[in-house]
């Protein structure tokens, strides 16, 4: 649930492109995320909607991934977004491997169009609770797996994000049974504009960081 919001901010969170510091926290449904149903009943945070994605690990429904071409899309580097976060966690008897991935077109590997995956996976381990993860949106964090397009020309003209379990570097995920809660998917500034947001934005941010909840029993985010 989003109080205490900034004006200013909330109207640049309504638009439909993307813009620095906006969060989806599914507190009004699955917005424009394509895949996965709202979740409400977890122990730890009960009465907190998350998106809960799950998998069979054959078949179209056999893959832990989900994808935005609304909200998500735009131009990431005129908006200032120089990271992108979330909070996850693993429900699956082995571990993820967390990526996300930016195309200028709808689909990958459905013709045109240019696609860029996070080089490395952040391996979430199963039963580790609720976890704040991040990634860094610069060009030496990815790898091109389709078409010619450089990163900035992505970048600058997304058309969707997807966030997915891959084991290797690629925007169509690795088969896999199991589990996948996501939370608090956010824009994060530059470090300029950051000290200027930070004492109008952060203190609400905080107040719904699932990862701030969690025991002292914090798990260690290696990459793969």
């Given amino acids: 649930m989003m109080h205490g919001i900034p004006l200013w901010l909330l109207s640049s969170v309504a638009a439909s492109a993307v813009t620095v510091l906006q969060v989806d ?6 917005g424009q995320w394509r895949r996965g149903t709202i979740n409400n009943e977890e122990p730890q945070f009960p009465g907190d909607p998350y998106l809960m994605l799950t998998s069979d690990g054959a078949g179209p429904g056999g893959k832990l991934i989900t994808f935005n071409d609304g909200r998500w899309e735009g131009n990431y580097i005129s908006a200032g977004v120089s990271s992108l976060s979330l909070d996850a966690v693993n429900f699956s008897g082995e571990p993820l491997s967390l990526r996300i991935a930016f195309g200028d077109t709808t689909a990958p590997f459905g013709g045109s169009g240019t696609w860029w995956v996070a080089t490395f996976g952040i ?8 976890q704040p993860l991040a990634w860094s ?3 030496s964090s990815f790898t091109r797996v389709q078409g010619e ?3 900035g020309e992505v970048m600058s003209n997304v058309k969707t994000l997807r966030v997915l379990h891959g084991d290797t570097i690629s925007p169509m995920g690795t088969n896999v049974v199991g589990g996948l809660g996501i939370d608090n998917v956010r824009a994060i500034p530059e470090p300029a504009s950051h000290g200027i947001l930070t004492a109008a934005v952060v203190p609400w ?3 719904r960081r699932r990862g701030l909840a969690v025991s002292s029993r914090s798990a260690t985010l290696r990459r793969q």
């Fill in 123 to 130: 391996l979430l381990d199963p039963q580790a609770g609720w």
């Fill in 137 to 139: 949106l610069d060009e």
């Fill in 25 to 30: 926290d599914f507190s009004a449904g699955r």
């Fill in 205 to 207: 941010l905080l107040r």
């Fill in 149 to 151: 397009g450089s990163f």
